[in-house]
């Protein structure tokens, strides 16, 4: 599995034909086929290429809605 620093992950933020990448508690997904990613935004509330870990667990939906996308990687400090 590939590993990422948060500088590489921050690439993938969905913008300008870029796949959108998010992190969260240290795994890393693609979301670049999610409807609700459209241009790498979530809502407008989340931006893909970040760890999303805190922001997730503030959000009205669990995490257990990133079983429906493909983990890619793995998230290194």
Not at 49 to 62: K, M, N, S, V
């Amino acid at each position: 599995m590939k590993k990422f620093n948060k500088n590489e992950l921050a690439y993938f933020d969905g913008k300008d034909g870029r796949p959108a990448y998010i992190a969260y508690e240290g795994k890393v997904y693609d979301v670049s086929t999610s409807f609700l990613w459209k241009g790498g935004k979530h809502w407008v509330l989340h931006q893909a290429g970040r760890d999303l870990t805190e922001e997730i667990e503030r959000a009205p939906h669990g995490p257990d809605l990133l079983a429906r996308v493909k983990q890619i990687g793995i998230l290194q400090e």
